[in-house]
């Protein structure tokens, strides 16, 4: 038994003494309780919701219309975007909003003249524009019938007829596998130039090689740029395997155009730049690895790689918009899926920029003589 206890006792020893275990062992499971909790664990996720008001009386809406959409906030299902009552073509201005802010694209239009048909008891119809090839597209048209239904039967007069006219709308005719190939893509760039970057600057360490580079004509910014060329030679490999999978297993047709390689190359300095960057603040290899993970596993979850960023809370939006994995994501979407040239240049252009400005730190801050 006691040498039983023995063995034990190293082993307790071992895995005290690595970081990385520990984080595997107690803090991920952790994290995954709070990141999945904060998503699904409230039970109130919204959807956005646009909505044109064209029912007016000096530039007011009407009580009536007012009162109707009330009732759909009091849902608590929509986050309500208002239209402008004097935007002629709605549907336009939704698609081009809901774009640049990452929203579903839904619109309803309340018509000219639907307080005074109420009054008169003529029938009122709403117009609903969605895409019908939205998962969630069903279930929302039924909370907002309801809602019709429930305001109409409130009314003074309960014998109106109120009801909801669905127009479907082509917005991005996918399935959940052409969303989820771009973010497993952007998923495995983020992981191997963090990773990457982490534990070969881990190992050197350790080894003295990073200590000797100060003998050598060598710059940091170049030593840098060479771990970026190296993940750039993986991230090749690792995307063109997971486009031949999609294609040939899941019929996934995606396009690969100058955007979709700005973003790759983007996001193969931009990570490894982040990895470089941790280096610089955790010194032992366990550290640095659990540090990695405590970074990239949030990231992953929040930035949209499994399902969209509309279905999550208010707050971990405003968090997602901030994660540089989001720009990623959302831009090799709009590149090779959505055909979005503009959208992607946006992001393309704000990751390129948030490459450049890690890779400019991790060099600032890297000393060889303290390495």
Known sequence: MSRVYTIVKGHVKTWFRSKSTIFWTLAFPILLIVLFGAIFGTGNTRFDLYVQNQDLTANAPTPSSQGYVVALNHTGAFNIQTVPAEMSNPVSYVRDDAQLH???????????????NLTSRKPADIQLYMDQSDQASPSLAGVITAVTSSYAASLSNSTVSLSVQQVPIVTHNTRYIDFFIPGVIGMTLLTSGVFGAVNTNGRYRELKIIKKLATTPLSKIEWILGMVGYQMFLAAISITVILLFGRFVFGVTATIDI???GLVVAAALLFPGIGMLLANFVKDADGAEAAANAITFPMMFLAGT???TETMPTVLKVIANYLPLTYINNGLRDAMIYLEPAQALTNTVIALGLAGFFIILGSVLMSWKEE
Request: cysteine-free.
């Open 102 to 116: 990452n929203r579903g694209q839904r619109l309803l239009v309340i018509p000219v003249g639907f307080q005074e």
């Open 259 to 261: 955007y979709t390689i």
């Open 306 to 308: 499994f399902w969209p």
